[in-house]
């Protein structure tokens, strides 16, 4: 299952800074795409894949860490799409 993650760069941050080094969560919020946005507003936004047993590990430490990034992480395994 792939899941799409969207993350305010805030999230992004405290994930990295709660994320075990070197495990598979920690690889994939590092490798997130970092995307600017200018109009309406100049927003900011980090953009990232992974799968199911990463996810859960997100959200896991989400959960601890950064309740605020833990709804979307949820919701974004909810609306995930199996792999084919």
Sequence with gaps: MDILLHLTPE??????????????AAACIKAAAKI???APAPKT????????ETGLELLAVA??????????????????????
Aim: charged share 15%; with cysteine.
């Design 63 to 84: 959960t601890v860490h950064c309740p605020e990034a833990a709804g979307e992480i949820a919701t974004s395994m909810m609306f995930s799409v199996p792999n084919r």
């Design 11 to 24: 999230w992004h941050a405290c994930l990295l800074a709660h994320l075990p080094a070197g495990t598979k």
């Design 45 to 52: 936004a980090f953009v990232a894949t992974c799968d199911e």
């Design 36 to 38: 600017s946005f200018k």
